[in-house]
């Protein structure tokens, strides 16, 4: 999915462990501000406005996912065999069975929007800019792409998180909730999931581009602390994993010669003279060895989004910045902002 997204051909399995962790704890916290919203509504379920009265504020990503609900709504009318006729009527009419998500939305706009903000979204044909730089940096991603290569990256682009529903659902942990979501909440939540994990991929490659230094560049000695901290730590870590690398491996003890006759003197000290030679070049091997290993590591991961880009992007996303930053977002909670709304 990663891969689909921006990422390298091969993702980092610790950036794909982060991401992993982001997206799931950030849909655990949706869904608790979902089922306190369905509390006060008197519902004994999740249900898809109580999703949307959460993402209200955010008119881009509701107008995203308004038209995500319409394609639902399309494809299920395509699977049940109706021709394009029929399908031009309902778009007109809306007043169908088969635009059930539709018109679960616009009835629930039509409850709350007093100025007509909301309902202005159904009929707006806006081009979404995210959505057409993602399209525009896949079609340079897949210049360079063979036949094969081309083929896997389609079957990643096809990867959702609503293709498996029942696993989707056990990673949520909705059996142990109160409340629990219905069928089209949880399209909602699938859709979500893989826009955060999209959002995560922009916003880190926006940092390794930021990273990287560029020539004639006045600020490009400005780079984050904690950017700084994490690439140090990551680099400590590295290091931890190759105990046995020359900078690593504390030099050899020098001994003193036994006792004894001055010819039995030079030979221990030939002896070690030739230790030493010994020693020189194993040194000389394990430090070849290891540029060759760390020149292969970086011509394979070069390319990679590395953990520290993702977590400076969420440090940057949720930023505050000015004296009323504490009131631009309503769903800030445990000191991370939302990604998806």
């Not at 519902?43 to 319409?70: G, P, T």
């Not at 990551?234 to 006759?261: F, I, Q, R």
């Amino acid at each position: 999915m990663m891969f689909s997204l921006g990422d390298a051909r091969r993702p980092l399995h610790e950036t794909a462990v982060l991401v992993e962790d982001v997206v799931h704890t950030q849909l655990i916290n949706l869904l608790q501000q979902a089922a306190e919203v369905s509390q006060l509504r008197g519902a004994r379920v999740i249900s898809a406005e109580d999703l949307l009265f959460l993402m209200r504020k955010d008119k881009k990503k509701l107008r995203r996912l308004l038209k995500y609900m319409f394609f639902r709504d399309y494809k299920s009318k395509i699977v049940k065999g109706i021709d394009d006729d029929d399908l031009l009527e309902d778009k007109s009419g809306g007043s169908n069975n088969s635009n059930k998500r539709q018109k679960i939305a616009q009835d629930f706009f039509n409850s709350i929007d007093q100025t007509g903000e909301l309902l202005a979204m159904f009929e707006d044909d806006e081009i979404d800019d995210v959505k057409q730089e993602r399209m525009e940096r896949a079609e340079r991603q897949t210049r360079i792409m063979d036949s094969a290569q081309y083929a896997e990256f389609c079957e990643s682009r096809q990867l959702s998180f609503s293709k498996k529903a029942s696993k989707f659902r056990d990673w949520l942990d909705c059996s142990s909730m109160e409340i629990k979501p219905n069928v089209i909440a949880m399209e909602i939540l699938a859709y979500l999931a893989y826009e955060t994990v999209a959002q995560l991929v922009d916003l880190a490659l926006l940092v390794r581009q930021d990273m990287v230094t560029k020539a004639g560049d006045p600020f490009s000695h400005a780079i984050s602390a904690t950017f700084i901290q994490y690439h140090n730590s990551a680099e400590g870590s590295y290091m931890k994993s190759y105990p046995d690398s020359p900078e690593n491996t504390p030099p050899p003890t020098p001994t003193a010669p036994p006792s004894g006759s001055q010819h039995s003197g030079k030979t221990a000290s030939g002896s070690l003279g030739n230790g030493s030679a010994g020693q020189d070049s194993t040194k000389t091997k394990q430090r070849k060895r290891k540029k060759s290993t760390a020149a292969c590591g970086v011509e394979a991961h070069s390319n990679a989004i590395q953990p520290c880009h993702i977590r400076e992007a969420i440090r940057r996303y949720g930023h505050k910045i000015g004296p009323l930053s504490p009131f631009t977002s309503a769903y800030r909670r445990n000191g991370m902002a939302f990604l998806a709304c």
